[in-house]
């Protein structure tokens, strides 16, 4: 869901990150779409060797996804086959959450893991033979086994992938095949994908090779006419052999031979997204619900399917136990404490016997604690009674209803309804009774679509807030961070205290937001 200021935002990252003439290429693909490169230069005017070097720097940090697209020709001609480019916003506003990424690493891995993956993430895309090779001149040792055997616990992991395609293919579907698309759509309300739903999907590698590490240091199994190909000496020089052996659309279908890696995203979300709910589980039930949850998730990880999947895999009871038993904090559980735990966890159980949780509700009720918030500091106690009401079930409640269940007056509670639904949190609808007797009665109900994209669009806004805040300060006392520490005495001494003060504040409270952030966007 990419707003106004969403987009505002992540402009703004890759100014920061990349300057000024990249952020204007991406600003152009984020308010147009995918485009061609002849309609990118068009529209932002630069030169075009500027342009095809800046969609270079965003696809070699995943932030747009290039595709070649079959389109019908005019009277008389065969169809235009052309290059786009479609911006990937999702990847952009991670770049916000590197450094969470790496913590997560560390945690799961080591040290020696998140390093790598450090490497990773300020590079984009490498090849194995690069992150081995960075990793050994950065540490200053001479054991690769041991770099190549935390890059492989990377890849199991799945925090590492293959890159996708360079340029998946998209063609024009049959008339027959457009025929029947259309009327599976139209009988099961299914929306149907768009083009760049269909190349960001396509360019995926296979499961099977999506996470595979061949024998050799960093290619693929080629054949004989693989052999010309040139050596990988270093990170700089291959990115300039290939940019010069780029056609002038920018193909690389034709000449990229080596294994890519990159930082796999959806793992790094669905990890958050799951430690999410655990807090949550906590807070809102006890410790032993979150472990029961925590087990469930863990055991269930691989199978699960993609990030946003609904429920978890389901598990039989006594498998539960054991992931439960496997944790030292779950050892003193017995098996009607998981059991009781699971009811409390709203967990479903189907034919089988076998219990899978609703993550889908979990987040669910997370955004509703979020928005529930927002409403009391916003309207006061009287709104938070009401949106609660409403947010517990999807339909419409008369004046007088709400009055009743919060217990208030109907004057103070018709007023806040009143308010709520001038700045778009609520929907209302009046209807009459018939005559002779004609009353009017106001019906209100959550528009919760509405209401997450308005409260999602304003932490974009007060996201970009903080970072300009935090480039704010730091630029101010730009002379004081340049000093070295023996000359800091007496006044500066304090100055620097409150910089690093003012500087944890803001970027600890930045954090949080991005945690908002994500649980309405990625969750």
Same mark, same amino acid.
């Given at each position: 869901?990419?707003?106004?200021?969403?987009?505002r935002?992540?402009?703004?990252l890759?100014?920061?990150?990349?300057?000024h003439?990249?952020s204007?290429?991406?600003?152009?693909?984020?308010?147009?779409?995918?485009?061609?490169l002849?309609?990118?230069?068009?529209?932002?005017?630069?030169?075009?060797?500027?342009?095809?070097?800046?969609?270079?720097?965003?696809?070699?940090?995943n932030?747009?996804?290039?595709?070649?697209?079959?389109?019908?020709?005019?009277?008389?001609?065969?169809?235009?086959?052309?290059i786009?480019?479609?911006?990937?916003?999702?990847?952009?506003?991670?770049?916000?959450?590197?450094?969470?990424?790496?913590?997560?690493?560390?945690?799961?891995?080591?040290?020696?893991?998140?390093?790598?993956l450090?490497?990773?993430?300020?590079?984009?895309?490498l090849?194995?033979?690069?992150?081995?090779?960075?990793?050994?001149?950065?540490?200053?040792?001479?054991?690769?086994?041991?770099v190549?055997?935390?890059?492989k616990?990377?890849v199991?992991a799945?925090?590492?992938?293959?890159c996708?395609?360079?340029?998946?293919?998209?063609?024009?579907?049959?008339?027959?095949e457009?025929?029947?698309?259309?009327?599976?759509?139209?009988?099961?309300?299914?929306?149907?994908?768009?083009?760049?739903?269909r190349?960001?999907?396509?360019?995926?590698?296979?499961?099977?090779?999506?996470?595979?590490?061949?024998?050799?240091?960093?290619?693929?199994?080629?054949?004989?006419?693989?052999?010309?190909a040139?050596?990988?000496?270093s990170?700089?020089?291959?990115?300039?052999?290939?940019f010069?052996e780029?056609?002038?659309?920018?193909g690389a279908?034709?000449?990229?031979?080596e294994v890519?890696?990159?930082?796999?995203f959806?793992?790094?979300?669905?990890?958050?997204?799951?430690?999410?709910?655990?807090?949550?589980?906590?807070?809102?039930?006890d410790e032993g619900?979150?472990?029961?949850?925590?087990?469930m998730?863990?055991?269930?990880?691989?199978?699960?399917g993609g990030?946003?999947?609904?429920?978890s895999?389901?598990m039989?009871?006594?498998a539960?136990?054991?992931?439960?038993?496997?944790?030292?904090?779950?050892?003193?559980?017995t098996?009607?404490?998981?059991?009781?735990?699971?009811?409390?966890?709203?967990?479903?159980?189907?034919?089988?016997?076998?219990?899978?949780?609703?993550?889908?509700?979990?987040?669910?009720l997370?955004?509703?604690?979020?928005?529930?918030?927002?409403?009391?500091?916003k309207?006061?106690?009287?709104?938070?009674?009401?949106?609660?009401l409403?947010?517990?079930?999807?339909?419409?409640f008369?004046?007088?209803?709400?009055?009743?269940d919060?217990?208030?007056?109907?004057?103070?509670?018709?007023?806040?309804?009143?308010?709520?639904?001038?700045?778009?949190?609520?929907?209302?609808?009046?209807?009459s009774?018939p005559?002779?007797?004609t009353? +009017?009665?106001?019906?209100w109900?959550i528009?919760?679509?509405?209401?997450?994209?308005?409260?999602?669009?304003?932490?974009? +806004?007060?996201?970009?807030?903080?970072i300009?805040?935090?480039?704010?300060?730091?630029?101010?006392?730009?002379?004081?961070?340049?000093l070295?520490?023996?000359?800091?005495?007496?006044?500066?001494?304090s100055?620097?205290?409150?910089?690093?003060?003012?500087r944890?504040?803001?970027?600890?409270?930045?954090?949080r937001?991005?945690d908002?952030?994500?649980?309405?966007h990625?969750f």
């Amino acid at each position: 869901m990419s707003t106004q200021r969403g987009i505002r935002l992540a402009v703004h990252l890759i100014d920061s990150h990349f300057g000024h003439l990249v952020s204007k290429v991406c600003e152009c693909l984020l308010l147009k779409g995918s485009l061609t490169l002849n309609q990118i230069v068009s529209n932002t005017g630069l030169p075009r060797p500027d342009v095809k070097k800046c969609l270079l720097v965003l696809i070699q940090h995943n932030c747009i996804q290039p595709f070649t697209l079959e389109q019908r020709g005019g009277f008389e001609e065969g169809n235009n086959v052309s290059i786009h480019y479609t911006p990937l916003f999702d990847n952009i506003l991670h770049r916000l959450r590197f450094s969470k990424f790496v913590l997560l690493v560390m945690n799961k891995l080591g040290k020696e893991c998140a390093d790598l993956l450090q490497g990773l993430l300020e590079h984009g895309r490498l090849t194995m033979e690069l992150i081995i090779r960075r990793a050994a001149e950065s540490t200053k040792t001479e054991a690769p086994d041991a770099v190549h055997d935390a890059f492989k616990r990377l890849v199991g992991a799945r925090f590492v992938e293959r890159c996708p395609d360079s340029e998946p293919f998209i063609e024009l579907p049959t008339d027959e095949e457009a025929t029947t698309k259309n009327r599976r759509s139209k009988f099961a309300k299914v929306v149907p994908q768009t083009i760049e739903q269909r190349a960001i999907a396509a360019a995926i590698p296979m499961e099977a090779k999506r996470f595979l590490i061949s024998c050799d240091t960093g290619s693929e199994d080629t054949t004989e006419t693989d052999k010309d190909a040139p050596s990988i000496l270093s990170a700089g020089e291959k990115r300039k052999r290939d940019f010069s052996e780029i056609d002038d659309e920018l193909g690389a279908a034709g000449f990229q031979k080596e294994v890519l890696w990159r930082p796999n995203f959806e793992e790094f979300v669905r990890c958050l997204r799951h430690k999410a709910c655990i807090v949550h589980e906590r807070l809102r039930l006890d410790e032993g619900a979150a472990i029961v949850l925590s087990a469930m998730l863990e055991s269930s990880r691989n199978p699960e399917g993609g990030a946003v999947s609904r429920y978890s895999v389901p598990m039989s009871l006594n498998a539960i136990y054991e992931e439960v038993m496997r944790t030292e904090v779950g050892r003193t559980m017995t098996l009607d404490h998981v059991r009781t735990s699971l009811d409390q966890l709203g967990c479903t159980k189907n034919a089988d016997d076998l219990y899978s949780v609703d993550l889908s509700n979990l987040i669910q009720l997370c955004r509703n604690e979020e928005v529930e918030s927002f409403m009391l500091k916003k309207y006061g106690g009287v709104a938070y009674m009401i949106f609660r009401l409403l947010s517990k079930e999807s339909r419409f409640f008369e004046t007088d209803k709400i009055s009743q269940d919060i217990l208030k007056e109907k004057v103070e509670t018709q007023k806040i309804l009143f308010q709520m639904w001038q700045d778009n949190y609520l929907s209302m609808e009046k209807i009459s009774t018939p005559a002779p007797k004609t009353n +009017h009665f106001l019906l209100w109900r959550i528009n919760q679509d509405l209401v997450w994209k308005q409260v999602l669009d304003g932490m974009y +806004h007060a996201a970009l807030n903080l970072i300009n805040r935090v480039s704010f300060e730091l630029n101010k006392e730009q002379e004081l961070r340049e000093l070295p520490s023996s000359r800091i005495t007496g006044v500066l001494v304090s100055r620097k205290a409150r910089l690093l003060k003012i500087r944890y504040c803001l970027e600890s409270s930045l954090m949080r937001l991005d945690d908002a952030i994500m649980l309405f966007h990625d969750f």
